[in-house]
């Protein structure tokens, strides 16, 4: 039932408006007497899938449905006015019927000098999901030092290897004794190859501009389909409303086709059966947190393919380097991917069963400002 509140109950909200919309978690203004929504932060709106001016009036069960632990946490509450904290399920009432069932910590209290209460919540799961992106952040930085520091170390004791394997090449009085020497040399090569890899992008002078994404995208998806030109079928689902990012495009081209690359080669089963497919999606989310800076809005890009799934036992180790989930496979595309993605703010996570794997690149829109003070500052 929809109750409708007056003036003076809408005017208290007028002084800590600003500050709820700033706050991360979903926030909703109750009537104390009715139990009825004054006031939705824009988290919350965004949680809800509702907008704040059609969330005023409606009561709490009209949004999380009838559940006798929600009930009992109010009446405590209305009993001793002391704040209340608990782990409870939240479901779906009539206002967004196809919410499913989560478990949710709330916090029930007073706004002071008011008679309002202050509802807030948050999914347990999208807490622990943020508390693992800030631990494979926080991995995946000091991986790639490590990584750079073991590239400069290798990088000088190849070139002598390499000098000293023609030297004895040259030297060698029997033909048959070369092919040793050749297989020497070949593989450092092969090392060289790697360690300029990781250190190329590091070398390179960074060029921001603004990067419209689904320019990035279409070139990834061209390059894609010219390697892979039967069997694979790469499909489209752009929000073409999204502004340009700023960024090094190159950079991001990089990274995006080490994802849509990667892909492909794992789907080679369906290849050759003919129906592998990736499908490239963008959206935009508001209001999200990376490595624990808040932005008010970040560009989605999803890398969705068919194919066999990430195995259970490397998914949380996909992004270091030298893992991999083919045995052909070098273990750095997606250690680049996500260095990539890092230098723009941004963080790649990945959510994996058979038949449908999701890469979900997440990239904040941010200012001049911001990027002057992140990893694309310049050479490096």
Same mark, same amino acid.
């Given at each position: ?98 919410? /499913? #069932?989560?478990?949710?910590?709330? @916090?029930?209290?007073? %706004? +002071?000098?008011?008679?309002?209460? !202050?509802?807030?919540? &948050? ?82 002078? /960074? #060029?921001?501009?603004?990067?419209? @994404?689904?320019?990035? %995208? +279409?070139?990834?998806?061209?390059? !894609?389909?010219?390697? &892979? ?83 259970? #036992? ?67």
């Amino acid at each position: 039932m929809r109750i409708f509140q007056s003036r003076a109950a809408t005017a208290a909200l007028f002084s800590p408006q600003d500050v709820l919309d700033q706050m991360p978690n979903s926030v909703l203004l109750l009537d104390r007497e009715t139990l009825a929504i004054v006031y939705a932060n824009t988290a919350a709106e965004i949680a809800l899938k509702i907008s704040r001016k059609n969330l005023v009036g409606y009561q709490i069960n009209d949004i999380f449905g009838e559940y006798p632990h929600l009930d009992d946490l109010f009446h405590q509450f209305s009993l001793d006015g002391i704040t209340q904290r608990t782990d409870l399920i939240l479901g779906a009432g009539n206002l967004r019927p196809d919410q /499913k #069932e989560h478990l949710a910590y709330v @916090i029930l209290a007073s %706004l +002071e000098g008011t008679d309002l209460i !202050v509802f807030e919540w &948050f999914e347990i799961d999208q807490q622990m999901k943020s508390a693992r992106e800030e631990r494979l952040i926080m991995q995946a930085r000091a991986n790639k030092e490590l990584m750079r520091n073991l590239a400069h170390e290798i990088k000088n004791p190849l070139g002598g290897i390499r000098g000293a394997a023609q030297l004895l090449d040259y030297e060698l009085p029997d033909p048959s004794l070369k092919e040793y020497t050749k297989v020497m040399i070949k593989e450092v090569d092969r090392l060289q190859m790697l360690v300029d890899r990781l250190l190329a992008p590091h070398k390179r002078k /960074k #060029e921001i501009t603004e990067v419209n @994404i689904h320019e990035v %995208l +279409e070139r990834v998806r061209s390059v !894609v389909l010219a390697e &892979f030109a039967q069997g694979l079928s790469i499909t489209r689902f752009y929000d073409v409303s999204l502004p340009d990012i700023i960024g090094d495009k190159e950079i991001l081209i990089q990274a995006l086709l080490n994802i849509v690359h990667n892909a492909a080669q794992i789907l080679e089963d369906r290849r050759q059966i003919g129906d592998a497919k990736i499908q490239l999606q963008t959206s935009v989310s508001r209001n999200v947190t990376i490595g624990k800076k808040r932005y008010k809005l970040a560009l989605n890009v999803h890398v969705i393919d068919n194919g066999p799934g990430i195995p259970a #036992e490397i998914i949380d180790h996909i992004f270091l380097p030298l893992v991999s989930g083919r045995a052909s496979g070098s273990g750095l595309g997606l250690t680049l991917a996500q260095s990539f993605i890092q230098m723009h703010g941004g963080f790649i996570s990945v959510h994996s069963q058979p038949g449908d794997t999701n890469f979900h690149v997440q990239i904040p829109y941010m200012s001049m400002e911001n990027i002057n003070n992140s990893e694309l500052r310049g050479e490096v």
